[in-house]
T-cell receptor, first 116, second 107 residues
Framework: DVELVESGGGLVKTGGSLRLSCSAP????????LNWVRQAPGKGLEWISD???????SYADSVKDRFSLSRDNDKQSVSLQMNSLRAEDTAVYFC????????????WGHGTKVIV | DIQMTQSPSTLSASVGDSVTITCRAS??????VAWYQQKPGKGPKLLIY???RLESGVPSRFSGSGSGTDFTLTISSLQPDDFATYHC?????????FGQGTKLDFK
């Protein structure tokens, strides 16, 4: 089965930094857009960032200028660098795959928890 | 930005029941709506895309309908495995947006 695996979550102080990773070993990685979606405790899903196959990234206003998304197609992974973390960034962070930047998300990871 | 308003937030039902969850977009999104199922501790699972197209492997008791601004997810003949949280999503334009979720629990 195709799978996405997130890692890097943890406990961090306000103002601190954390780097999340998402690996995807089982499909032609460069053909897909990779997204990050977060879910705060007891809340709905919030899209926060995506990166297309060419490496063009975009961000939600809530994380713009604080988070940075990059990808390594050779290693089949993406990395979300999160800086200046706030209490409201506390959430489970999911990596999800889509065919384009405006498309449904057909494969999701299990998530990694970030507590600020 | 387009907002998705999902209702109800919770829904109680029994095995064998048929249930409907609705999602309304703040402006037209054509047919670009997806529905997901999420269980505790897991990532969401895609059920429906393009408002009414069933993802491969999803049971036919799940169906979606709608276009423009109003969309529904219907689950007929509920099975024990269907008790979960359901999310709608618009992907007509960026930023893509999700509804607040509907928790389906046992009556």
């Amino acid at each position: 089965d195709v799978e996405l695996v997130e890692s890097g979550g943890g406990l961090v102080k306000t103002g601190g930094s954390l780097r999340l990773s998402c690996s995807a070993p089982m499909f032609v990685f460069s053909s897909y857009t990779l997204n990050w979606v977060r879910q705060a405790p007891g809340k709905g899903l919030e899209w926060i960032s995506d990166i297309d196959g060419r490496g063009q990234a975009s961000y939600a206003d809530s994380v713009k200028d604080r988070f940075s998304l990059s990808r390594d197609n050779d290693k089949q992974s993406v990395s979300l660098q999160m800086n200046s973390l706030r209490a409201e960034d506390t959430a489970v962070y999911f990596c999800a795959r889509s065919l384009a930047v405006t498309d449904s998300f057909d494969i999701w990871g299990h998530g990694t928890k970030v507590i600020v | 930005d387009i907002q998705m308003t999902q209702s109800p937030s919770t829904l109680s039902a029994s095995v064998g029941d048929s249930v409907t969850i609705t999602c309304r977009a703040s402006q037209t999104v054509s047919k670009w709506v997806a529905w997901y199922q999420q269980k505790p501790g897991k990532g969401p699972k895609l059920l429906i895309y393009q408002a009414s197209r069933l993802e491969s492997g999803v049971p036919s008791r799940f169906s979606g309908s709608g276009s423009g601004t109003d969309f529904t997810l219907t689950i007929s003949s509920l099975q024990p495995d269907d008790f979960a949280t359901y999310h709608c999503q618009q992907y007509s334009s960026k930023p893509v947006a999700f509804g607040q979720g509907t928790k389906l629990d046992f009556k």
